[in-house]
């Protein structure tokens, strides 16, 4: 697969509950892919999480602020982040 852009690629993989910080640069998008397990993404503009399962994957763009928080399920969760410029 091409990606027709700039981009930064992270892999995690958090243990049940564990949060982590997505910081992008200013001006990108981001997205996010759940290879296995599940988790919640965090927005600062949406007032409840966004749940996502194995095989989801969910764009976004932290709307003016460079951060958003992924919180990993009950059984951890194996997860890749797209930073796209």
Partial sequence: MAIERPVRLWRA??????????VLQPASLGWLQV????????????SRPVALAQ?????FSPSGV?????????QGADLLLFELR
Avoid: E, M, T, W
Wanted: proline content about 6%; glycine content about 22%.
């Fill in 13 to 22: 993989k958090p243990v049940a509950g564990q949060r982590l910080g997505a």
């Fill in 55 to 59: 095989g989801d994957g969910i764009g």
């Fill in 66 to 74: 460079d951060a958003a928080d992924v919180v990993a399920g009950d």
């Fill in 35 to 46: 290879i296995s397990g599940s988790g919640s993404l965090l927005l600062p503009a949406h």
